[in-house]
């Protein structure tokens, strides 16, 4: 792999994703669950979270896509764990992207659809509140 074009951070989250749901949905207890997809490149994001108080204790995903878009949904899902709602929902794209190093630029649209992901779990989770 010598060819490989993004950072060793995104290689690890690659490689080694965190918090990765294995299994179907239902073996993760979530009350917030968010799917997004970009019909352009194919990628699809499912974040589910747990939240208590308006604090995300817990975060599983799936992402069906490429490298970028897997490493972007695995570090976003640490940057968001212990944050309050509205914390998470202020991490932005490009500070995704910063955690993971960087990503070539024809990639960072992977990072848009992780904040997507989250944002619509956080909006299917104060729906329900209502």
């Known amino acids: 792999m010598n060819d490989w074009i993004y950072s060793d951070k995104v290689k690890q989250h690659f490689l080694e994703p965190k918090n990765w749901l294995m299994g179907e949905e239902n073996q993760f207890d979530f ?16 974040m589910l979270l747990k939240i208590e108080d308006d604090v995300i204790v817990d975060v599983r995903w799936k ?8 490493a972007s949904t695995s570090v976003l899902s640490e940057i968001v764990k212990g944050k309050t709602l509205d914390e998470a929902l202020a991490v932005s794209p490009e500070e995704i992207a910063e955690n993971l190093g960087g990503l070539p630029k024809h990639k960072f649209h992977c990072s848009v659809l992780g904040d997507q992901a989250l ?12």
Not at 32 to 41: S, T, Y
Not at 119 to 130: H, L, N, P, S
């Open 31 to 46: 009350n917030a669950r968010g799917l997004v997809g970009n019909v352009v490149c194919g990628d699809q994001m499912l």
């Open 63 to 70: 992402t069906y896509g490429c490298a970028s878009a897997i």
């Open 119 to 130: 944002t619509k779990a956080i909006e299917d989770y104060r729906g329900d509140q209502k």
